[in-house]
């Protein structure tokens, strides 16, 4: 494997997995208030460009990484503005457990 596909996969990994931990904070707490949703809603453009970048290349890396991310912060920005009665829903439906 080239040096720069080794790259572009190890930085799928850290890019995906750096939107997991807070994912999965908004499921076990339902806490969202420290969270920006401008922010997000800026973050979840920004990786639906990168996603449509990446398709029209036909650049893998870039497609799989941004499509993940863009799932992950689309999910946090949802969580982030949905009434808390939904979110409750919502994370009960990812962790019945709890």
Do not use: H
Request: charged share 10%.
């Amino acid at each position: 494997m080239q040096t720069v596909t080794l790259i572009g996969y190890l930085a799928t990994v850290c890019s995906m997995s750096s939107f997991t931990p807070q994912a999965w904070k908004i499921i076990r707490t339902r806490e969202t208030s420290g969270i920006s949703a401008p922010t997000y809603a800026i973050t979840v453009l920004g990786f639906a460009l990168w996603l449509a970048f990446g398709i029209m290349k036909a650049e893998w890396p870039i497609i799989i990484t941004n499509g993940v991310c863009l799932l992950l912060s689309a999910f946090i920005l949802t969580m982030t503005v949905l009434p808390q009665a939904e979110k409750e829903a919502v994370a009960k439906a990812f962790n019945p457990d709890d």
